[in-house]
C-alpha cells in the first residue's frame, strides 16, 4: 500500500510560480512513476505529466508544456511538479498518483492540494 501526501499548494498570484511536492508514507516512492492529475471545478480531472520510477522517462500534456516540469529525487522519496507562469486557469485541486509505469492506470492517489490562481 502507498500512501502519497501532496504538499506546496497555496494561493498565487498570476504570472507566479509554485512547486508541488509528492512523498510517500507507508513504502518508498523509487519503485512507481509518479503522475500529476489536477481537477478544475465543474471539469474533468486532467493529466499534467508522469515521471517513469527511474526518471528517465516524462511525459507531459501538450496543454502544458513549457510552464510545467516534472522531476523526482528518489533519495528524498519525493516527486516534484514546478508550475510557472501561472494562470487563472490553473486553478485547480493537484493529485499525484503511482502506478507501474506511466502507461498504466494509476493505482494509488493522494488527497490533493489545492492551487488558487488569483489577483
Known amino acids: 500500500q502507498v500512501q502519497l501526501v501532496e504538499s506546496g499548494g497555496g494561493l498565487v498570484q498570476p504570472g507566479g510560480s509554485l512547486t508541488l511536492s509528492c512523498q510517500a508514507s507507508g513504502s518508498t516512492l523509487k519503485d512507481f512513476a509518479i503522475g500529476w492529475v489536477r481537477q478544475a471545478p465543474g471539469k474533468q480531472r486532467e493529466g499534467l505529466s508522469c515521471?517513469?520510477?527511474?526518471?528517465?522517462?516524462?511525459v507531459v500534456a501538450n496543454s502544458v508544456k513549457g510552464r510545467f516540469t516534472v522531476s523526482r529525487d528518489n533519495a528524498k522519496n519525493t516527486v516534484y511538479l514546478q508550475i510557472h507562469s501561472l494562470e487563472p486557469e490553473d486553478t485547480a485541486v493537484y493529485y499525484c498518483?503511482?502506478?507501474?509505469?506511466?502507461?498504466?492506470?494509476?493505482?494509488?492517489w493522494g488527497q490533493g492540494t489545492q492551487v488558487t490562481v488569483s489577483s
Open positions: 498518483a503511482a502506478s507501474e509505469i506511466c502507461e498504466y492506470e494509476y493505482d494509488y
Open positions: 515521471i517513469s520510477a527511474t526518471g528517465d522517462k516524462i
